[in-house]
């Protein structure tokens, strides 16, 4: 897995937007595929999720209306298209790749990551 970000190293203004890319070459079609974030000084949470079935995906609350995780099949690749961003969306941002779709979810989710890309920084900052 490998994850990265198409804009200006990830600095972007308060209401920007930007996109990430997880390379899942070899994931697609059996592992539901997740983004996690992690600010400073706090514990890494889970952002967003998509199957490798049915496309179901999964929001954390604060981003839905805000984020969207989609595939991509052909390129093999998930994106997390991040839109009216916000200084608390300030984070380390990873991908993970899961058998378990259903393990993305509260009370679960620290099981979820069978595999890990390495870090993206975003910086949302004016």
């Known amino acids: 897995l490998m994850s990265s970000c198409r804009r200006w190293g990830g600095l972007v203004q308060p209401g920007g937007s930007l996109r990430l890319s997880c390379a899942a070459s070899?994931?697609?079609?059996?592992?539901?595929i997740g983004w996690f974030r992690q600010a400073p000084g706090k514990l890494r949470e889970g952002v967003s999720c998509?199957?490798?079935?049915?496309?179901?995906?999964y929001y954390e609350d604060s981003v839905k209306g805000r984020f969207t995780i989609f595939r991509d099949n052909v390129k093999n690749t998930v994106y997390l298209q991040m839109s009216s961003l916000k200084p608390e969306d300030t984070a380390v941002y990873y991908c993970?790749?899961?058998?378990?779709?259903?393990?993305?979810?509260?009370?679960?989710?620290?099981?979820?990551?069978?595999?890990w890309g390495k870090g993206t920084l975003v910086t949302v900052s004016s």
């Open positions: 993970a790749a899961d058998g378990s779709f259903r393990k993305f979810s509260v009370g679960t989710m620290p099981l979820f990551g069978d595999y």
């Open positions: 070899g994931f697609m079609d059996y592992y539901a």
């Open positions: 998509i199957s490798s079935s049915d496309g179901s995906t």
